[in-house]
Protein backbone atom coordinates (compact mmCIF):
# COMPACT_ATOMS: atom_id res chain seq x y z
CA UNK A 1 0.00 0.00 0.00
CA UNK A 2 2.86 2.29 0.83
CA UNK A 3 4.25 1.61 -2.66
CA UNK A 4 0.99 2.47 -4.65
CA UNK A 5 0.93 5.78 -2.29
CA UNK A 6 4.52 6.31 -3.21
CA UNK A 7 3.41 5.75 -7.16
CA UNK A 8 0.77 7.97 -6.69
CA UNK A 9 2.75 10.83 -5.67
CA UNK A 10 5.66 10.28 -8.22
CA UNK A 11 2.85 10.66 -10.99
CA UNK A 12 1.45 14.00 -9.46
CA UNK A 13 4.90 15.22 -9.45
CA UNK A 14 5.73 14.55 -13.09
CA UNK A 15 2.29 15.65 -13.74
CA UNK A 16 2.96 18.64 -11.84
CA UNK A 17 6.31 19.47 -14.28
CA UNK A 18 5.20 18.86 -17.29
CA UNK A 19 2.42 21.84 -16.35
CA UNK A 20 5.27 23.82 -14.91
CA UNK A 21 7.05 23.25 -18.14
CA UNK A 22 4.51 24.07 -20.58
CA UNK A 23 3.82 27.54 -18.25
CA UNK A 24 7.58 27.88 -18.60
CA UNK A 25 7.36 27.29 -22.59
CA UNK A 26 4.21 29.48 -23.04
CA UNK A 27 5.90 32.49 -21.40
CA UNK A 28 9.34 32.33 -23.44
CA UNK A 29 6.52 32.09 -26.49
CA UNK A 30 5.25 35.01 -25.22
CA UNK A 31 9.01 36.69 -24.84
CA UNK A 32 9.71 36.28 -28.55
CA UNK A 33 6.15 37.15 -29.64
CA UNK A 34 6.91 40.60 -28.16
CA UNK A 35 9.14 42.31 -30.35
CA UNK A 36 10.95 45.70 -29.69
CA UNK A 37 9.40 48.74 -31.53
CA UNK A 38 11.43 50.39 -34.34
CA UNK A 39 12.54 53.60 -33.78
CA UNK A 40 14.58 55.24 -35.81
CA UNK A 41 16.45 58.88 -34.57
CA UNK A 42 18.49 61.51 -36.06
CA UNK A 43 21.09 63.70 -35.54
CA UNK A 44 22.20 66.31 -37.39
CA UNK A 45 25.50 67.20 -36.46
CA UNK A 46 28.92 64.77 -34.61
CA UNK A 47 29.11 66.96 -31.53
CA UNK A 48 29.56 66.27 -27.65
CA UNK A 49 25.45 67.25 -27.36
CA UNK A 50 24.79 63.70 -29.01
CA UNK A 51 26.38 61.65 -25.94
CA UNK A 52 23.19 60.79 -24.22
CA UNK A 53 22.15 59.43 -27.77
CA UNK A 54 24.73 57.39 -27.73
CA UNK A 55 24.81 55.99 -24.17
CA UNK A 56 21.71 55.15 -24.72
CA UNK A 57 22.32 52.83 -27.98
CA UNK A 58 25.81 51.19 -26.37
CA UNK A 59 24.67 50.43 -23.28
CA UNK A 60 20.78 48.76 -24.58
CA UNK A 61 18.60 51.35 -22.87
CA UNK A 62 16.48 52.23 -25.66
CA UNK A 63 15.98 48.26 -25.51
CA UNK A 64 15.69 48.35 -21.61
CA UNK A 65 12.35 50.55 -22.51
CA UNK A 66 11.02 48.53 -25.12
CA UNK A 67 12.74 49.98 -28.18
CA UNK A 68 14.80 49.01 -31.33
CA UNK A 69 16.64 51.92 -31.68
CA UNK A 70 18.45 52.96 -34.85
CA UNK A 71 20.94 55.94 -34.98
CA UNK A 72 21.31 57.91 -38.61
CA UNK A 73 23.58 60.92 -39.25
CA UNK A 74 22.28 63.21 -41.64
CA UNK A 75 24.41 66.72 -41.49
CA UNK A 76 21.62 68.94 -41.80
CA UNK A 77 18.94 70.20 -40.00
CA UNK A 78 17.24 71.08 -42.75
CA UNK A 79 17.57 67.69 -44.32
CA UNK A 80 16.52 65.58 -41.18
CA UNK A 81 13.42 67.66 -41.10
CA UNK A 82 12.46 66.52 -44.55
CA UNK A 83 13.42 62.61 -43.95
CA UNK A 84 11.12 63.30 -40.25
CA UNK A 85 8.22 64.18 -43.17
CA UNK A 86 9.34 61.48 -45.27
CA UNK A 87 8.81 58.79 -42.34
CA UNK A 88 12.16 57.78 -42.85
CA UNK A 89 13.21 58.81 -39.28
CA UNK A 90 10.52 58.93 -36.33
CA UNK A 91 12.55 61.64 -34.11
CA UNK A 92 15.17 64.29 -34.81
CA UNK A 93 17.90 66.00 -32.93
CA UNK A 94 18.76 69.29 -34.56
CA UNK A 95 18.44 72.86 -33.89
CA UNK A 96 15.23 73.57 -33.06
CA UNK A 97 15.38 76.53 -36.10
CA UNK A 98 15.31 73.82 -38.42
CA UNK A 99 11.92 72.25 -36.32
CA UNK A 100 10.50 75.93 -36.25
CA UNK A 101 11.32 76.94 -39.65
CA UNK A 102 9.20 74.06 -41.06
CA UNK A 103 6.57 74.06 -38.84
CA UNK A 104 6.49 78.08 -40.19
CA UNK A 105 6.03 76.72 -43.59
CA UNK A 106 3.08 74.68 -42.36
CA UNK A 107 5.18 71.32 -41.49
CA UNK A 108 2.88 69.34 -38.30
CA UNK A 109 6.37 69.05 -36.37
CA UNK A 110 6.71 69.64 -32.46
CA UNK A 111 9.48 69.73 -30.15
CA UNK A 112 9.01 67.54 -27.41
CA UNK A 113 12.95 67.79 -25.44
CA UNK A 114 15.61 69.20 -25.90
CA UNK A 115 19.90 68.04 -25.18
CA UNK A 116 20.75 71.42 -24.53
CA UNK A 117 22.64 74.15 -26.71
CA UNK A 118 26.43 74.01 -28.25
CA UNK A 119 29.25 76.01 -26.31
CA UNK A 120 29.96 77.94 -29.10
CA UNK A 121 32.59 80.68 -29.12
CA UNK A 122 33.15 83.21 -31.60
CA UNK A 123 37.08 82.42 -33.17
CA UNK A 124 39.24 84.11 -35.05
CA UNK A 125 42.39 83.99 -36.61
CA UNK A 126 45.44 84.55 -34.38
CA UNK A 127 46.07 88.32 -35.66
CA UNK A 128 42.64 89.39 -34.78
CA UNK A 129 42.71 90.06 -31.28
CA UNK A 130 39.57 92.19 -30.77
CA UNK A 131 36.22 91.96 -31.90
CA UNK A 132 36.22 95.36 -33.62
CA UNK A 133 39.36 93.79 -35.62
CA UNK A 134 36.59 91.94 -37.22
CA UNK A 135 35.71 94.61 -39.39
CA UNK A 136 36.12 94.08 -43.21
CA UNK A 137 36.47 90.21 -42.57
CA UNK A 138 34.70 87.28 -43.60
CA UNK A 139 32.66 85.33 -40.45
CA UNK A 140 31.94 81.70 -41.70
CA UNK A 141 28.24 80.49 -40.59
CA UNK A 142 27.10 77.05 -41.69
CA UNK A 143 24.17 77.59 -44.25
CA UNK A 144 21.59 80.16 -44.25
CA UNK A 145 19.17 79.96 -41.58
CA UNK A 146 20.87 77.01 -39.91
CA UNK A 147 21.78 77.38 -36.04
CA UNK A 148 25.34 79.33 -36.66
CA UNK A 149 23.61 81.55 -39.14
CA UNK A 150 21.11 82.46 -36.53
CA UNK A 151 23.52 82.63 -33.44
CA UNK A 152 25.91 84.95 -35.19
CA UNK A 153 23.12 86.96 -36.85
CA UNK A 154 22.34 87.75 -32.91
CA UNK A 155 25.79 87.80 -31.54
CA UNK A 156 27.51 90.41 -33.95
CA UNK A 157 25.20 93.40 -32.92
CA UNK A 158 25.62 92.80 -29.52
CA UNK A 159 29.05 92.93 -30.16
CA UNK A 160 28.70 96.38 -31.93
CA UNK A 161 28.83 94.54 -35.21
CA UNK A 162 26.37 94.97 -38.45
CA UNK A 163 26.32 91.98 -40.65
CA UNK A 164 26.46 92.80 -44.33
CA UNK A 165 27.69 96.00 -43.42
CA UNK A 166 30.68 96.00 -40.88
CA UNK A 167 30.98 91.92 -41.59
CA UNK A 168 30.46 89.82 -44.45
CA UNK A 169 28.74 86.18 -43.29
CA UNK A 170 30.03 83.53 -45.70
CA UNK A 171 27.16 80.48 -45.27
CA UNK A 172 30.40 77.17 -46.07
CA UNK A 173 27.19 75.23 -46.34
CA UNK A 174 29.53 72.87 -43.48
CA UNK A 175 27.78 72.61 -40.40
CA UNK A 176 30.96 70.74 -38.05
CA UNK A 177 32.43 73.60 -36.66
CA UNK A 178 36.09 71.65 -36.86
CA UNK A 179 36.03 71.51 -40.34
CA UNK A 180 35.28 75.50 -40.41
CA UNK A 181 38.14 76.04 -38.47
CA UNK A 182 40.48 74.52 -41.46
CA UNK A 183 39.02 76.63 -43.72
CA UNK A 184 40.06 79.67 -41.35
CA UNK A 185 43.28 77.77 -41.22
CA UNK A 186 43.53 78.01 -45.03
CA UNK A 187 42.24 81.67 -45.32
CA UNK A 188 38.99 81.51 -46.78
CA UNK A 189 37.55 82.52 -43.73
CA UNK A 190 38.59 85.13 -41.07
CA UNK A 191 36.43 83.93 -38.10
CA UNK A 192 33.52 81.09 -37.02
CA UNK A 193 31.88 79.74 -34.68
CA UNK A 194 33.38 76.26 -32.98
CA UNK A 195 33.87 74.91 -29.32
CA UNK A 196 36.26 74.93 -26.55
CA UNK A 197 36.82 71.15 -27.73
CA UNK A 198 37.50 72.22 -31.62
CA UNK A 199 40.22 74.55 -29.89
CA UNK A 200 41.80 71.78 -27.51
CA UNK A 201 42.24 69.52 -30.72
CA UNK A 202 43.39 72.22 -33.14
CA UNK A 203 45.74 73.47 -30.47
CA UNK A 204 47.10 69.84 -30.27
CA UNK A 205 48.47 70.42 -34.18
CA UNK A 206 50.17 73.01 -33.05
CA UNK A 207 47.40 75.27 -34.80
CA UNK A 208 46.32 79.29 -32.70
CA UNK A 209 43.14 81.01 -32.96
CA UNK A 210 41.72 83.97 -31.01
CA UNK A 211 38.66 83.77 -28.93
CA UNK A 212 36.72 86.82 -28.96
CA UNK A 213 33.10 85.87 -27.59
CA UNK A 214 31.42 83.41 -25.60
CA UNK A 215 27.75 82.99 -27.04
CA UNK A 216 25.84 81.75 -24.45
CA UNK A 217 27.54 84.45 -21.98
CA UNK A 218 26.81 87.57 -24.42
CA UNK A 219 22.91 86.26 -23.92
CA UNK A 220 22.53 84.30 -27.42
CA UNK A 221 20.78 81.31 -26.53
CA UNK A 222 20.77 78.91 -29.12
CA UNK A 223 18.85 75.41 -30.16
CA UNK A 224 21.95 73.34 -30.66
CA UNK A 225 19.87 69.67 -30.07
CA UNK A 226 16.48 69.72 -30.05
CA UNK A 227 14.73 66.32 -29.57
CA UNK A 228 11.28 67.20 -32.49
CA UNK A 229 8.62 64.39 -34.03
CA UNK A 230 5.84 64.66 -36.37
CA UNK A 231 2.38 65.88 -34.56
CA UNK A 232 0.97 62.39 -35.85
CA UNK A 233 3.52 60.21 -34.56
CA UNK A 234 3.06 61.94 -30.91
CA UNK A 235 -0.50 60.86 -31.33
CA UNK A 236 -0.17 57.37 -32.23
CA UNK A 237 2.93 56.18 -30.54
CA UNK A 238 3.27 58.34 -27.48
CA UNK A 239 4.48 55.23 -25.57
CA UNK A 240 7.28 54.63 -27.38
CA UNK A 241 7.84 58.58 -27.35
CA UNK A 242 8.05 58.32 -23.73
CA UNK A 243 10.45 55.39 -23.81
CA UNK A 244 12.98 56.87 -25.79
CA UNK A 245 12.66 59.94 -23.73
CA UNK A 246 13.15 57.63 -20.58
CA UNK A 247 16.37 55.99 -22.51
CA UNK A 248 17.75 59.22 -23.53
CA UNK A 249 17.41 61.03 -19.97
CA UNK A 250 19.00 57.45 -17.99
CA UNK A 251 22.17 57.91 -20.52
CA UNK A 252 22.08 61.60 -19.19
CA UNK A 253 22.35 60.51 -16.03
CA UNK A 254 24.92 57.44 -16.59
CA UNK A 255 26.97 60.25 -18.21
CA UNK A 256 27.10 62.58 -16.00
CA UNK A 257 27.74 59.80 -13.10
CA UNK A 258 29.90 57.63 -14.56
CA UNK A 259 32.71 59.89 -16.15
CA UNK A 260 34.58 56.89 -17.90
CA UNK A 261 31.18 55.46 -20.06
CA UNK A 262 30.80 59.41 -21.26
CA UNK A 263 34.44 58.94 -22.21
CA UNK A 264 34.14 55.23 -24.17
CA UNK A 265 31.52 57.02 -26.51
CA UNK A 266 33.46 59.86 -27.42
CA UNK A 267 36.37 57.90 -27.92
CA UNK A 268 34.54 56.27 -30.17
CA UNK A 269 32.12 58.31 -31.72
CA UNK A 270 34.44 61.14 -31.51
CA UNK A 271 37.15 59.65 -32.43
CA UNK A 272 39.10 61.28 -29.21
CA UNK A 273 41.59 59.83 -27.17
CA UNK A 274 43.02 62.85 -25.54
CA UNK A 275 42.86 63.25 -22.10
CA UNK A 276 42.30 66.92 -21.83
CA UNK A 277 39.85 66.47 -24.81
CA UNK A 278 37.54 64.21 -23.00
CA UNK A 279 37.77 66.31 -19.92
CA UNK A 280 36.43 69.21 -21.61
CA UNK A 281 33.75 67.32 -23.51
CA UNK A 282 33.01 65.76 -20.16
CA UNK A 283 33.14 68.89 -18.92
CA UNK A 284 31.63 71.02 -21.09
CA UNK A 285 28.32 68.89 -22.63
CA UNK A 286 27.49 66.44 -20.03
CA UNK A 287 28.30 68.49 -16.91
CA UNK A 288 27.29 71.74 -18.49
CA UNK A 289 25.02 72.19 -21.50
CA UNK A 290 23.17 68.98 -21.60
CA UNK A 291 20.40 69.28 -19.08
CA UNK A 292 19.84 66.65 -16.21
CA UNK A 293 16.08 66.97 -17.29
CA UNK A 294 15.87 67.08 -20.68
CA UNK A 295 13.47 69.83 -20.87
CA UNK A 296 13.79 71.94 -24.04
CA UNK A 297 14.55 75.79 -23.46
CA UNK A 298 11.45 78.44 -24.30
CA UNK A 299 14.09 80.83 -24.37
CA UNK A 300 16.47 79.70 -27.08
CA UNK A 301 13.38 78.15 -29.78
CA UNK A 302 11.58 82.21 -28.70
CA UNK A 303 14.69 83.44 -30.62
CA UNK A 304 14.80 81.42 -33.22
CA UNK A 305 11.01 82.50 -34.11
CA UNK A 306 12.13 85.61 -34.04
CA UNK A 307 14.98 85.72 -36.02
CA UNK A 308 13.11 83.22 -38.39
CA UNK A 309 10.00 86.17 -39.15
CA UNK A 310 12.17 87.90 -40.90
CA UNK A 311 11.61 85.80 -43.57
CA UNK A 312 8.10 84.37 -42.38
CA UNK A 313 6.09 87.03 -41.71
CA UNK A 314 3.07 84.68 -39.91
CA UNK A 315 5.42 83.98 -37.67
CA UNK A 316 5.94 87.87 -35.96
CA UNK A 317 4.18 87.44 -32.22
CA UNK A 318 3.72 83.34 -32.12
CA UNK A 319 5.87 82.11 -28.93
CA UNK A 320 7.54 79.09 -28.18
CA UNK A 321 4.94 76.82 -26.94
CA UNK A 322 3.39 76.67 -29.55
CA UNK A 323 6.31 74.57 -31.03
CA UNK A 324 6.47 72.51 -27.84
CA UNK A 325 4.72 69.64 -26.18
CA UNK A 326 6.65 68.90 -23.32
CA UNK A 327 3.80 66.81 -21.82
CA UNK A 328 5.72 63.67 -21.83
CA UNK A 329 8.13 64.54 -20.02
CA UNK A 330 5.96 66.44 -17.29
CA UNK A 331 4.45 62.68 -17.20
CA UNK A 332 7.74 61.52 -16.44
CA UNK A 333 8.22 63.99 -13.74
CA UNK A 334 5.15 64.03 -11.80
CA UNK A 335 5.64 59.87 -12.03
CA UNK A 336 8.98 60.01 -9.80
CA UNK A 337 10.96 58.96 -13.37
CA UNK A 338 14.08 61.47 -12.50
CA UNK A 339 14.02 61.49 -9.50
CA UNK A 340 14.95 57.85 -9.24
CA UNK A 341 18.14 59.04 -10.56
CA UNK A 342 18.58 62.52 -9.14
CA UNK A 343 16.28 62.13 -5.59
CA UNK A 344 14.74 65.47 -5.75
Known sequence: MGIGIARKCDVVVFIFLIALWQTIATINCHAQDKKLDSFTISFASVSGTRAPLWIAKDLGLFEKYGLDGNLVYIASGVTSVNALLGGSVDIIAASGSSAVGAAARGAPLVIIAGLGHIAYKLIAHPSITTVQGLR????????????????????????????????????????????????LVQGKIDATLGTEDNLLQLAARGMKFSVLADVYEAGVYTTGSDIATSRQLFKQKPRQLKAFLMAISEGIYIGRTQKEQAYRVYRKYLKVDDPKMLESMYKNYLLGSIPARPFPKEEAIQNDIEDLSHSYAHLKGRKAGEFLDISLLKSLEDEGFFKKFYGK
Open 136 to 183: GKIIGSSRIGAGTDFALQRLLPRLGLTPGKDVTLLPTGISESDRRLLM
